[in-house]
């Protein structure tokens, strides 16, 4: 039973390297959740070629999608030469304080996130016009390129091999060879998919070459540190590395347009729907009569000559500071303590994601760093005393799964976070002069506005009133409390503002250039300190609020932005480097002559030179920026959201199972807002062996409501006799998420395994006898706990955290004894003997971080079955998720434990080459030794425990520039030998192979 489950899970894990596939996200966030969310009232309205779909409280922002939505289908779909062939979806949510697009073009939707993007690693643009434009891009743009129906998205080539040793009333042992390969139909590489959708159409300006972007490329060309073609490919790489498949990828389609003319795009998208292809570099070829290398390298030497020329000034006289904090990839908001000794900023620390932050404190006596609020984000404010921090995070959950900005207090002293509110969607606060309030950005519908609370009794008073997606950013509050500095923006690049608060008047006090941000008070209030990118490189200025004099105080290559001062003038802020953002100091800071700053941009193309043949006709002056108006609209007539159900996708499937060959297939839909998930598939072979599954997940509640149903049927044979064995199992319950990390699921269980033999009498007469031979019923519990360290390789080398596995099932299950003749139909029936058990199991998962990336992992498992069972339901401790030493079936009893302990590393960790379709990425060894029995009597015998040592490879690749593809070894030797049934184990070399889309430990 617990063999036939296994095989259905592995199953199901085929298909998920589908969904990674399909979504095309506009920025990925390595921890984000889905939660069911009953709460949410939805609607629905039509537009010309969109469905849009919002849930109550985003109708503005739904409104304008689909105005935008509508303006861009005409030119994108005239680029690509691709309309699509029924109206597309797009559905809005701002459920949470979470901001990005997603487009499933598998199932014709796109889904948008109503909160503006606020991104380190990009400059600030109208987020609707943006992502719009963008997802709506990957739509036409990937399904031009399909090489098949948008129903058939994929296909598998599958092999399950088996381990020889099986208990006697098995057919088959347990896998010990498990490959699942998929063969993409749509193959795109990341660089050019993520290229074009920013790249869109030229002249619109949604999304354009930014101080931001060419900050990232400029870094990366100057320290020879520009990513490869390979490694533009694929993600899988930590923020930095992502953002720059993107950067790189919008830098070169941009290249690729207007040396090769934009026809370019589309014509290497037309030549990956051939059926052959699967090599981008070819189809470039095809378009440009160059292939994907000579290109690369002709822009490369493009890019070197340009930084080169355009930094020569800049280099002749940086000024950069002493770089405080080197280590991590973000470090943003430094502020000085009261007293001019510490410095506390937003870290990631030595993590792989910008999402993923803390807020710190480094006291630059003695150097001494302190972890202060795990999760803690955006900007936040110190007490004028000292004594306390606030700061906001989006950490916690609330009852309905959303994680929103709240304010939350560090207090110093007692070195305690206290939570202030709750679902206030406020960040970025910063405190009144006497600590009795506080001024934060509330967000809401995509807008953003500056609200005051008050910390003792709540009460939150609204400061201003935009309600047309305006976004205003890190509110600082002047000493003499009648003023609150902070950034604003229309849509385009930001300028420095001041409100009046007594008036609620708003004065622009910076406003040259595309951008000017994160505005700070001097300590005496009569100047700011602020980044601008007035030169095309963002730099520090102090303004002189009295006279307007501005002056110059660093002069860098990367990028300098959150500046702070204290008392004594010395000068920290966020520095831009290569890998990423650190904190640098200037003890002495002075004003430097703008004439060093000099710096030449990328000249901009005109549209009317790349938009040609019939792309010239394209009108596009009334949408583009800054020409279009998307404020206040009139509200569509919308009416209640009906289900609407995406088309059936199939995956067809060749398996290669126990010697026999199988086709089938799986099979998914749901509902557009997910609140119904269908799954299911199927195998056959020429014997008619089948294996069937189906799945489906209601999920209009809090708790996700499932119903799942397994089916095998195996036929085999020995002399004249035929042997046909069915398999069953159904459960249906419910799961949900309790807090984060945390799952609980509750089901019934009910299984049936009948079996039919077939043959002749004596006399060649067929016959053929039927019956059941295990039954079971039972509800059971489990709850699971994840908590590993998000990194870049927390699969293949997990360096941080937990996962813990508890399950209880309370089973009545009845397994065949013997026949007895009926009475009174002279037939033979089944006799069976009751059980009526307690099944408790536990895994536990340690992963622990070692020096250069090496790792240990600690395992315990741990089983038992409270009464005396039939041998059939014992469990069992060997095989590839046990003692890897030893047969699955040869360690079994009513109680098991297993410890393990492995030691991992990277042997190579940028492969950076390619064969074929397959790109490899990271290459890990290790060693391990597993320690287990399982026994039926009460005592454990510590002499009868079974020990194995061996090694383990995994290589870490990619299929189709877009498919994880995980490749496992293990080699394990039992050091112990011992019988079991009559049989021998151990003293000997058993091994494992895997090629899937995750690892199984």
Do not use: C
Not at 156 to 170: A, F, N
């Amino acid at each position: 039973m617990k063999r036939f489950l296994f095989l259905f899970i592995i199953n199901l894990s085929f298909i998920h390297a589908q969904t990674i596939s399909e979504g095309r996200s506009h920025l990925t966030s390595y921890f984000f959740e889905v939660n069911n969310h009953p709460e949410l009232q939805w609607y629905s309205f039509e537009t010309e070629h969109f469905f849009i779909h919002y849930h109550e409280g985003a109708q503005r922002t739904a409104n304008v999608i689909a105005k935008i939505a509508e303006e861009v289908h005409g030119p994108i779909t005239q680029l690509y030469d691709f309309e699509p062939p029924e109206k597309t979806s797009f559905i809005v949510r701002d459920h949470d304080d979470y901001s990005n697009g997603a487009a499933y073009y598998y199932d014709n939707k796109v889904e948008i996130w109503a909160s503006s993007m606020s991104f380190e690693l990009r400059g600030t643009h109208n987020w609707l016009r943006n992502v719009i434009t963008h997802e709506y891009t990957h739509m036409i743009q990937l399904q031009a390129a399909r090489k098949f129906s948008r129903k058939v998205p994929a296909m598998y080539l599958q092999w399950i091999d088996y381990e020889k040793e099986k208990r006697p009333d098995v057919l088959y042992g347990y896998p010990n060879t498990i490959v699942s390969y998929p063969i993409a139909f749509t193959v795109m590489p990341s660089w050019f998919a993520e290229g074009v959708a920013q790249y869109q159409i030229p002249g619109l300006r949604y999304d354009h070459w930014d101080s931001h972007r060419d900050m990232l490329l400029r870094t990366a060309v100057v320290d020879d540190q520009l990513l490869t073609l390979g490694q533009m490919s694929s993600f899988g790489k930590n923020s930095i590395g992502n953002e720059r498949a993107y950067n790189q990828g919008f830098a070169f389609s941009t290249y690729l347009a207007e040396n090769y003319g934009i026809e370019a795009l589309a014509r290497a998208t037309e030549a990956m729907k051939k059926r052959t292809r699967f090599s981008f570099p070819s189809a470039l070829k095809v378009a440009t009569g160059k292939d994907g290398q000579t290109l690369y390298k002709e822009w490369k030497k493009f890019l070197e000559a340009h930084y080169a020329t355009s930094l020569a000034t800049i280099n002749a006289r940086k000024i950069t500071g002493k770089t405080i904090e080197p280590v991590g990839i973000g470090n943003f908001n430094p502020q000085w303590s009261p007293d001019g000794k510490k410095v506390a900023y937003i870290s990631t620390g030595k993590g792989d994601y910008l999402s993923l932050t803390s807020l710190v404190l480094r006291d630059l006596e003695n150097q001494e760093k302190t972890l202060l609020a795990p999760g803690a984000n955006q900007a936040f404010d110190w007490s004028n005393d000292g004594k306390q921090i606030i700061y906001s995070s989006r950490k916690e959950k609330n009852k309905y799964g959303s994680r929103l900005f709240d304010l939350y207090i560090y207090d110093v002293e007692k070195k305690k976070n206290r939570r202030l509110t709750k679902n206030l969607r406020g960040h970025s606060p910063t405190f009144s002069p006497d600590n009795k309030s506080a001024v934060f950005v509330l967000n809401g519908d995509g807008t953003q506005n500056l609200a005051r609370i008050d910390l003792k009794i709540k009460d939150v008073e609204l400061l201003t009133q935009f309600k047309n997606g305006e976004q205003v950013y890190s509110p600082r509050w002047s000493d003499d409390g009648q003023n609150i500095l902070f950034s604003f923006t229309p849509g385009e690049g930001r300028s420095l503002r001041i409100l009046n608060l007594a008036d609620k008047k708003v004065t622009v006090v910076a406003d040259e250039g595309p951008d000017n941000r994160d505005g700070v008070w001097s300590p005496d209030s009569k100047s700011i300190y602020f980044a601008s990118d007035r030169s095309g490189i963002f730099n520090i200025y102090k303004k002189n609020i009295a006279s307007g004099e501005t002056t110059l105080l660093t002069n860098v290559v990367g990028g300098a932005f959150t500046p702070t001062v204290n008392s004594a003038g010395q000068l920290a802020y966020s520095l831009f480097v290569v890998d990423g953002y650190k904190i640098a100091l200037l003890d002495e800071p002075e004003s430097i002559a703008p004439e060093y700053t000099t710096y030449t941009k990328f000249p901009v193309t005109p549209p009317t030179k790349v938009l040609t043949n019939g792309l010239a006709s394209l009108n596009l002056r009334d949408i583009a920026a800054p020409n279009f108006n998307d404020r206040n609209l009139v509200p569509a007539q919308a009416q209640p959201y009906k289900n609407r159900y995406s088309a059936f996708s199939v995956i067809p499937r060749i398996v290669r199972d126990y010697g026999t060959t199988k086709v089938g297939s799986y099979f998914f839909s749901s509902d557009l807002l997910d609140n119904y998930n269908i799954l299911g598939g199927f195998g056959v072979n020429s014997k008619f062996d089948l294996d069937l599954f189906g799945l489906i997940n209601y999920n209009k509640f809090g708790p996700t409501l499932f119903l799942e149903a397994y089916n095998q049927r195996r036929h085999t044979e020995e002399g004249k006799d035929e042997y046909t064995y069915n398999l069953t199992e159904v459960y249906a319950g419910l799961r949900r998420g309790l807090s984060s990390g945390h799952n609980l699921e509750l089901a019934l269980n009910y299984g049936q395994y009948n079996a039919k033999i077939s043959s002749v009498t004596q006399k060649n007469e067929p016959f053929s006898f039927g019956y059941t031979y295990h039954i079971s019923r039972g509800l059971q519990t489990r709850y699971e706990y994840f908590a590993i360290a998000p990194a870049i390789d927390a699969s293949a080398n997990p360096r941080g955290g937990r996962s813990v596995t508890f399950s209880h099932h309370a089973m009545y299950t009845s397994f065949i004894d013997s026949f007895q003749v009926n009475s009174n139909f002279g037939t033979a029936q089944e006799v069976f003997t009751d059980y009526k058990y307690n099944e408790f199991q536990l895994d536990w998962k340690e992963y622990l971080g070692l020096w250069k990336k090496h790792s240990m992992y600690f395992r315990f498992k741990g089983g038992y079955i409270d009464r005396v069972v039939d041998s059939f339901y014992h469990l069992y401790g060997g095989g590839l998720d046990g003692n890897r030493g030893y047969p699955f079936y040869s360690i079994e009893g009513r109680k098991h434990v297993l410890g393990t302990i492995a030691y991992r590393l990277p042997l190579f960790w940028n492969i950076d080459k390619s064969l074929a379709q397959v790109y490899f990425d990271k290459f890990y060894v290790g060693v391990f030794a597993d320690y287990s029995n399982a026994f039926v009597d009460d005592d454990m015998k510590l002499n009868q425990f079974k020990r194995s040592v061996g090694t383990q490879l995994r290589l870490e690749m990619f299929s189709f520039y877009g498919y994880p593809t995980k490749l496992f070894f293990n080699a394990a030797y039992g050091l112990d030998e011992f019988q079991n049934r009559g049989i021998t184990y151990g003293k000997e070399w058993r091994y494992y192979f895997g090629i899937t889309f995750d690892y199984f430990d």
